[in-house]
């Protein structure tokens, strides 16, 4: 396995987990009062945001030559840290 394909495997699994976090804000979110509820769906929809621009960083990876694969790479790590980051506040705004 390239390092490329082992690279967009761990991309994919990471989204997937990701994905299982924000599963679990939304139980949450449908538990609380109506202004929290507010609040969280709000959160939750921006988490959701940037899920999708990290799954969009991933398909570019799939299809980019092998030379725009470092630039988009990059791009990719960088919007991995944002939703990563976006979650822990989430997180922690939901305890």
């Known amino acids: 396995m390239s ?3 082992a690279y967009e495997q761990k991309l ?6 990701m994905q299982a976090e924000v599963d679990k804000l939304k139980a949450k979110a449908d538990e609380a009062e109506a202004d929290a ?5 709000e959160e939750i929809d921006r988490l959701e945001a940037k899920r999708e621009e990290m799954r969009q960083k991933l398909e570019e990876l799939r299809h980019s030559s092998d ?3 470092d630039d988009i790479r ?15 506040s989430a997180r922690s705004r939901f305890k």
């Open 3 to 5: 390092d490329r394909n």
């Open 12 to 17: 994919q699994a990471k989204l997937d987990e």
């Open 37 to 41: 509820r507010i609040e969280r769906e």
């Open 67 to 69: 030379d725009a694969w």
């Open 74 to 88: 990059a791009g990719a790590e960088r919007a991995w840290d944002s939703l990563n980051e976006a979650l822990k």
